[in-house]
C-alpha cells in the first residue's frame, strides 16, 4: 500500500487519496464529505468491481455470492462482521454473480459463496465456502501477509 492510497467514496463514486497513517482515523470524501468506510461491504455491479479494482489502492476482500445460496445467506451477517474489522485496512465487497455473471466466468468463480482477495489489481488469495467473521478475518490476514501490496 502506497504512502496515501487511493480510496473509492462509496457514495459518490469519487476518488480520494488518503495518507495511509490517517486511513483508520475516519477519513470522508473530499467531494460529497461521506465516510469512506462505513464498516459494512460494499454491493458492486461488474463495472464498479472493475472500478474498484483498476483504481483503489486498498486492498479487495470480495464475497461473490448469489441470492438463492442458502450458504451465502448464512455468511452474509458473517461477512458483515468481518467489515468491521477488517476496514479500512481492507475493502469488503459483494458481487452478485446473478448480475455479474460474465464477471463470475471470467474470474472461474465455481462455487459460491467464494471470497477472493485482490491487491495490487490482481487476485492473491480464494477461499470456496461459507466462513464466520473471525475466520474470514484471520484469513484475510494470512493472505495479505503473504503479498508485497
Given at each position: 500500500m502506497s504512502d496515501a492510497p487511493q480510496v473509492i467514496c462509496p457514495g459518490c463514486g469519487a476518488v480520494n487519496r488518503v495518507p495511509a497513517a490517517r486511513l483508520a482515523e475516519?477519513?470522508?470524501?473530499?467531494?460529497?464529505?461521506?465516510?469512506?468506510?462505513?464498516?459494512?461491504?460494499?454491493?458492486?455491479?461488474?463495472?464498479?468491481?472493475?472500478?474498484?479494482?483498476?483504481?483503489?489502492?486498498?486492498?479487495?476482500?470480495?464475497?461473490?455470492?448469489?441470492?438463492?445460496?442458502?450458504p451465502c445467506r448464512v455468511m452474509a451477517p458473517e461477512f458483515e462482521a468481518a467489515a468491521k474489522l477488517l476496514e479500512p485496512r481492507l475493502r469488503l465487497v459483494k458481487v452478485s454473480t446473478e448480475e455479474a455473471q460474465a464477471l463470475a466466468a471470467e474470474l472461474q468463480i465455481r462455487?459460491?459463496?467464494?471470497?477472493?482477495?485482490?491487491?495490487?489489481?490482481?487476485?492473491?488469495?480464494?477461499?470456496?465456502?461459507?466462513?464466520?467473521?473471525?475466520?474470514?478475518v484471520a484469513w484475510a490476514g494470512r493472505a495479505l501477509a503473504g503479498t508485497t501490496a
Open positions: 475516519g477519513p470522508r470524501c473530499g467531494q460529497c464529505k461521506a465516510p469512506l468506510f462505513q464498516g459494512k461491504p460494499l454491493a458492486l455491479d461488474e463495472d464498479g468491481f472493475r472500478r474498484h479494482l483498476r483504481l483503489s489502492g486498498v486492498p479487495l476482500l470480495v464475497d461473490f455470492w448469489a441470492s438463492w445460496c442458502g462455487s459460491i459463496p467464494t471470497l477472493a482477495l485482490f491487491a495490487g489489481g490482481r487476485e492473491v488469495a480464494r477461499h470456496a465456502g461459507a466462513m464466520r467473521a473471525r475466520d474470514i
